[in-house]
């Protein structure tokens, strides 16, 4: 059974500072990995989404990589803001059978202004 | 593109009652799925459609669950009875599948509508 795990579960950084999140997961199979963004009571974002054939993706300032040898993604913050504050939640899509996305429980993530 | 619209978005309801949740996919997108999250479990697959076909409801927790896909632009998801274990925040995703039947572009979710049941 995919298992993807997210680490820290609750991250709290004052404005500024560069930041990595990490997302591990157990089945090497992957298609694509999406990282996405949920604020309270709201929905999910998509920031941003790599194919298995990719290494990173990069959208302003973020920047997303992908090693599936060792079953990790990290999404990387710049120059982090009070409006990056939200939970962020990686979906591991597998490239077996139909498509399969499994979720992480995602980080939580305060920047202090 | 409006993007995935869902309704309602605030549900309460009394235990045993029927409640229907509904959910509009982009235009275009060939796949749907009906996610539910809650704290101790995070985001839960419940069903997913492709082409207006079920093709795995292997996550409906119990028949009370039940999921509909009429034609391509909408499906309800309905809880009858419904249990206070039901209370939760329910997500309607959607997808263009590619080759190899796989979300090429990823998913886009809808803004969820959290279901209490008193």
């Known amino acids: 059974k995919q298992e993807v795990t997210q680490i820290p579960a609750a991250l709290s950084v004052p404005e500024g500072e560069n930041l990595v999140l990490n997302c591990s997961f157990t089945?090497?199979?992957?298609?694509?990995l999406q990282w996405f963004r949920q604020d309270p009571g709201k929905g999910l974002t998509s920031l941003l989404l790599?194919?298995?054939?990719?290494r990173e993706q990069t959208s302003g300032r973020l920047n997303a990589s992908l090693d599936k040898s060792s079953g990790r993604s990290t999404l990387y913050i710049a120059a982090s803001q009070p409006g990056d504050s939200a939970t962020y939640l990686c979906?591991?899509?597998?490239?077996?059978?139909?498509?399969?996305?499994?979720f992480g429980i995602g980080t939580k993530l305060q920047v202090i202004p | 593109d409006a993007g995935v619209i869902q309704s309602p978005r605030h549900e309460v309801t009394e235990m045993g009652q029927e409640v229907t949740l509904r959910c509009k996919p982009i235009?275009?997108?060939?796949?749907l799925f009906w996610y539910r999250q809650t704290m101790m479990r995070g985001l839960e697959l419940l069903i997913y459609?492709?082409?207006?076909?079920?093709?795995?409801d292997s996550g409906m927790p119990e028949d009370r669950f039940s999921a509909k896909m009429p034609n391509a632009s909408f499906s309800t998801l309905k809880i009858q009875p419904s249990e206070p274990r039901d209370s939760a925040v329910y997500f309607c995703?959607?997808?263009?599948?590619?080759?190899?039947?796989?979300?090429?572009?990823?998913?886009?979710f809808g803004s969820g509508t959290r279901l209490t049941v008193v």
């Open positions: 995703a959607s997808s263009l599948e590619g080759g190899r039947g796989r979300a090429q572009y990823g998913y886009t």
């Open positions: 235009s275009g997108h060939n796949s």
């Open positions: 790599i194919q298995s054939s990719q």
């Open positions: 459609f492709n082409n207006n076909v079920p093709i795995d």
């Open positions: 979906a591991f899509m597998n490239s077996g059978g139909y498509q399969k996305v499994t």
């Open positions: 089945d090497s199979a992957i298609y694509n």
